[in-house]
């Protein structure tokens, strides 16, 4: 009779039925009570952060993290990842009603396996080179990097976090802050 499907979710926070048509929302917990909307950040803010793409333990799966800059916690639902901007833009949609917290990290797994969960993209990362790409519903772009041969165990990704500045990192940090670029390793890429 009712249902609703939904992505990654925030701690303390919660979905729920907003206005005369019922949609659904990001909401403060109310038990009990009418339901009442969390105020959300701005999308077009996000960074691709960092990046693994030739696992091998403790991080064998590819992943992608997203960086949340803003204050606010940013809804994400409806956004697209690739890694084929010009071939294939809209090759991953980020399910509905999933969020990436308030000055937080979202780690979503490179593996080809959606059915895995709603943070399981529908690709892997390509270790030779490649690009990653962010676009908004109309696929407009948020932000976007293309990256050479990677190393295996070693993650790219930004620092200090959000920054133009991309360094290796020997131990990968998916969804905690990068460590700052003097203690990782060489900057090689230049932010298109």
Do not use: C
């Not at 926070?13 to 950040?41: C, E, F, H, Y």
């Not at 793409?53 to 204050?71: I, R, W």
């Not at 979503?108 to 790409?133: K, P, S, W």
């Amino acid at each position: 009779a009712d249902s609703v499907v939904f992505g990654t979710q925030l701690t303390d926070l919660s979905i729920g039925r907003i206005g005369d048509a019922g949609t659904w929302m990001l909401n403060k917990p109310t038990i009990g009570a009418a339901n009442v909307l969390a105020p959300t950040g701005d999308p077009s803010k996000l960074k691709i952060n960092e990046w693994l793409a030739s696992g091998a333990p403790p991080f064998n799966a590819d992943f992608v993290e997203l960086y949340n800059p803003d204050t606010l916690p940013t809804p994400l639902g409806g956004l697209y990842i690739t890694d084929n901007m010009t071939g294939w833009p809209t090759h991953h949609q980020i399910a509905p009603l999933s969020f990436a917290p308030a000055a937080g990290y979202i780690k979503l797994v490179a593996d080809d396996d959606t059915a895995a969960g709603g943070n399981h993209l529908a690709f892997q990362l390509d270790a030779d080179r490649g690009e990653i790409a962010l676009l908004d519903p109309s696929q407009k772009l948020i932000d976007y990097l293309y990256y050479s041969t990677q190393s295996t165990g070693v993650s790219e990704g930004l620092s200090p976090n959000g920054s133009d500045t991309y360094t290796y990192f020997n131990l990968p940090t998916p969804g905690l802050a990068n460590p700052d670029a003097g203690q990782t390793g060489v900057v090689n890429l230049a932010k298109f």
